[in-house]
């Protein structure tokens, strides 16, 4: 008995010695040549109505998604801890910007006319936009077919990626400016168009997908890609240099260590509502 009792005192002081001779392994185990924010808080701008990058799961009514799993990553690789706050998508860019919060994510789309308002990290995951359409609606399969059909309404976000894809459509002539309607989340746009208020939405193909696999929306998407958009996080305008040199700093190494690769998989393709947890 005094022999063991005498190994496990050995035992419990080789491990504090570890301990004291290599600390920072406690902390940074992996990431030690990324910066540590030793545990600061940092204010994140979200919307939880964006699936699948950020929505509330309807069994466990707790927050879900890309977006949820991409800052807790940052978070570990970075060592901060995230406080979430939500905003909804009309007002979240322009707060981010004047410094209401640390950063924002949303699936928010790389846009030039976006850096007057706030700064972009590198970018975390591109997708595709197609016309997303009611199910078993044939009555147009394509964007020129949907345009030929002067009755038909494009549902737009306020300021969202579609929007821009719109205008662009209204100044090339492809339809009128009566003929687009703008909503103020892509929520409230599927629901329009669920309802029949509207007929297509722009709608990139992973988020289509989350709002049928997650809250069994009948709609569909239509026709061949209609443009590609690269999505970053945003953050204040002044006064962020150092918090986007070391997030894009992480998001290199979720690059090279494929993390990026894992979250778009887990996400964009093998999501479903029965293994989201």
Not at 29 to 37: E, G, I, M
Not at 141 to 166: C, I, K, Q
Not at 168 to 188: C, H, K, W
């Amino acid at each position: 008995m005094i022999k063991r009792a005498s190994r496990l005192i050995a035992l419990a002081v080789s491990l504090l010695l570890v301990a004291a001779l290599f600390p920072a392994q406690a902390t940074h185990p992996v990431y030690s040549d990324l910066p540590d924010f030793e545990g600061a808080e940092i204010i994140v701008a979200i919307e939880n109505q964006y699936a699948p990058f950020q929505f509330v799961d309807p069994r466990s009514e707790g927050p879900i998604g890309f977006d949820h799993d991409l800052i807790e990553e940052l978070a570990y690789r970075l060592n901060f801890t995230p406080v979430y706050e939500i905003t909804s998508w009309e007002v979240q860019m322009a707060a981010v910007g004047e410094g209401q919060y640390d950063m924002g994510v949303n699936g928010i789309s790389i846009r030039e006319e976006r850096r007057e308002v706030v700064e972009f990290s590198d970018p975390y995951v591109q997708i595709e936009v197609f016309l997303l359409a009611r199910d078993g609606d044939d009555s147009f399969t394509d964007l020129e077919s949907f345009a030929a059909d002067e009755s038909n309404l494009l549902g737009v976000m306020s300021g969202g990626a579609n929007y821009w894809l719109a205008m662009g459509y209204i100044s090339d002539g492809l339809m009128t400016e009566d003929r687009v309607v703008v909503y103020n989340g892509f929520a409230e746009g599927v629901q329009a168009l669920v309802n029949g208020d509207i007929d297509a939405i722009p709608a990139d193909a992973s988020v289509a997908g989350g709002f049928v696999n997650a809250m069994g929306a009948p709609v569909a998407l239509v026709g061949d890609v209609l443009s590609t958009d690269n999505f970053g996080i945003i953050f204040p305008k002044e006064g962020s240099e150092e918090l986007i040199e070391a997030v894009n700093a992480a998001l290199a190494t979720m690059s090279d260590d494929g993390y990026l690769d894992f979250l778009a998989y887990k996400w964009l393709v093998q999501f479903s509502p029965a293994e989201a947890d």
